[in-house]
């Protein structure tokens, strides 16, 4: 069955970088065009950023834009999101989600705490 | 930026109908996605397109979208939909939109 684990999730300090990974089974990653989404302790939902099916197209939210990267580990059938210069404001449980099309998330995994904090 | 409005908080009797609303500037025009959150568990899409429920989505969970208005009704509420529950849309640049939540409660 279509599966998605997300891990790396940790505390980390302000400024520093973290690497996050989206693996999937099931289903073949590149097929599909993947999202990350962050919810913070006690908010709602926040879009993060997107990898298309073809690796070809990244978007981004403007609060993360040149900060972070998401990128494909295909022989893997795994995401990557690349975080940078973390902010205090970055905490958040990060959820990776399968996109089935027209912007509708079919599955999602049980996401990866990140904690920015010094 | 494309902004989705919803109430944060609906209270509802048990067996009686909740209806959550997402507003949004010519909303009836964007295919809107309904999910359901309950505590310390991801999303699940209850309704999507604006009327289309998710596979193993009780009947009691309807969609509506016209307007400025989407809206999820819940019919004969029972204790077990007390979660909150988010509305999305797909906005430009392949980016997800997402309503602020209401958060269900059965009193």
């Known amino acids: 069955q279509v599966q998605l684990v997300e891990s790396g999730g940790t505390l980390v300090q302000p400024g520093r970088s973290l690497r996050l990974s989206c693996a999937a089974s099931g289903f073949t990653v590149s097929d599909y065009d993947i999202h990350w989404v962050r919810q913070a302790p006690g908010k709602g939902l926040d879009w993060v950023a997107v990898l298309s099916s073809d690796a070809m197209d990244t978007f981004y939210a403007d609060s993360v834009r040149g900060r972070f990267t998401v990128s494909g580990d295909f022989s893997r059938n795994r995401l990557i999101l690349q975080m940078t210069s973390l902010m205090p404001e970055d905490t958040a449980l990060y959820y990776c989600?399968?996109?089935?099309?027209?912007?509708?998330?079919?599955?999602w995994g049980q996401g990866t705490l990140v904690t920015v904090s010094s | 930026s494309y902004v989705l409005t919803q109430p944060p908080s609906v209270s509802v009797a048990p067996g009686k109908t909740a209806t959550i609303t997402c507003g949004g500037s010519?909303?009836?025009?964007?295919?809107v996605h309904w999910y359901q959150q309950k505590p310390g568990q991801a999303p699940v899409v209850v309704i999507h397109?604006?009327?289309d429920r998710s596979s193993g989505v009780p009947e009691r969970f309807s969609g509506s979208n016209s307007g400025n208005t989407a809206s999820l009704t819940i019919s004969r509420v029972e204790a077990g939909d007390e979660a909150a529950y988010y509305c999305q849309v797909w906005g430009t640049g392949n980016h997800l939109i997402f309503g602020g939540g209401t958060e269900l409660t059965v009193l």
């Open positions: 989600g399968r996109d089935r099309g027209g912007g509708l998330i079919d599955h």
């Open positions: 397109n604006d009327v």
């Open positions: 010519n909303i009836g025009g964007k295919g």
